[in-house]
């Protein structure tokens, strides 16, 4: 079972800047694996933030395009969420979400509290 932990969040300024990390083990390798962040506010769904696929292709979503930047390293195992500009819509839990061979595997989350 592959197990994902994510780190980096806490409390920053409005105009401040993140960086989340999520390490996966339990895996030999994340290179061949889909990896995305989502993120999911008080009261609201989940939605997707970033994904990195394997190629890799970068997809973003529209409210976060030209400020986050994901990134991952497949010698490390770990996957990035550079995130700058921050406001206080960017408060949320973020997670680290992989895909591999037709199965989905998620992070317990890390809290992103932007406030002045």
């Known amino acids: 079972q592959v197990q994902l932990v994510e780190s980096g969040g806490g409390l920053v300024r409005p105009a401040g800047s993140l960086r989340l990390s999520c390490v996966a083990s339990r895996i030999d390798t994340i290179t061949s694996a889909d990896v995305a962040w989502y993120r999911q506010a008080p009261g609201k769904q989940r939605e997707l933030v970033a994904r990195?696929?394997?190629?890799?292709?970068?997809t973003y979503a529209d409210f976060v395009k030209g400020r986050f930047t994901i990134s991952r390293d497949n010698v490390k195992n770990t996957i990035y969420l550079h995130m700058n500009s921050l406001n206080a819509e960017d408060t949320a839990v973020y997670y680290c979400?992989?895909?591999?061979?037709?199965?989905?595997?998620w992070g317990q989350g890390t809290q992103v509290t932007v406030s002045s």
């Open positions: 979400n992989l895909g591999l061979s037709y199965r989905s595997y």
């Open positions: 990195i696929t394997s190629d890799p292709s970068t």
